[in-house]
Structure formats: C-alpha cells, structure tokens
Nanobody, 118 residues
Framework: VQLQASGGGLVQAGGSLRLSCAAS????????MGWFRQAPGKEREFVSS????????NYADSVKGRFTISRDNAKNTMYLQMNSLKPEDTAVYYC????????????WGQGTQVTVSS
C-alpha cells in the first residue's frame, strides 16, 4: 500500500497549487481521506478531510474558503486545490487514509513541500 503525494512547490503569496494523492496497492474508495501539514518547528495539523463519496468535507478554520478537497475514486486519487496561498501555508503536506474504525488515520503518504513566498 502506498500513498504518493505530489504537486507541491514554490509559489508567491496569492498564488495557487493543486496537490494530488495517488493510492496504489489497494483501493480506498470506501474510506475517508484527509490532508495534514507540518510547518518547521510545529506539530502536524489537520487541514481537510473528505468522505468516501465526497459528500462530506471538513476544513481547518485557517484554510476555509481558500482550499477545496476532492477525490476521484475511479483514479484512486484525492486532491487539494489551494488558492490565495499565504506564507503561513508553508509546510510539508501529507495525505492520509482513515482507518476502518474511523478512530485514526492508518496510512500516510510521504509528504510534498509547499513553500509560499511573501
């Protein structure tokens, strides 16, 4: 089982990036998935999550109205569209799959770096 996050990079404040998280080895179409991020010197924090069919989404207050999470189960891929990026969005972004019990995130990707310059 592997989660491959991609799409990170360097962007100016106000710009946009689209992150992708491709799953291989098995399908996660029945599982909730999420994005997290970790900035230097800080703990990892929740960014957004999406239900198995995309019908339910959650966002951290800090990204509401700027980020949009989505998924394509046919492609076994989840996305995070990030608009109006701010320097404080700079972090390594990780994708993850919720466990069957829903109590924790069971599988994690390797992370992709997002750097927003002011």
């Amino acid at each position: 089982v592997q989660l491959q996050a991609s799409g990170g990079g360097l962007v100016q404040a106000g710009g946009s990036l689209r992150l992708s998280c491709a799953a291989s080895g098995r399908t996660f179409s029945s599982r909730r998935m999420g994005w997290f991020r970790q900035a230097p010197g800080k703990e990892r924090e929740f960014v957004s999550s999406i239900s198995w069919n995309g019908g339910s989404t959650n966002y951290a207050d800090s990204v509401k109205g700027r980020f949009t999470i989505s998924r394509d189960n046919a492609k076994n891929t989840m996305y995070l569209q990030m608009n109006s990026l701010k320097p404080e969005d700079t972090a390594v972004y990780y994708c993850a799959v919720r466990s069957v019990s829903g109590m924790t995130y069971e599988y994690w990707g390797q992370g992709t770096q997002v750097t927003v310059s002011s």
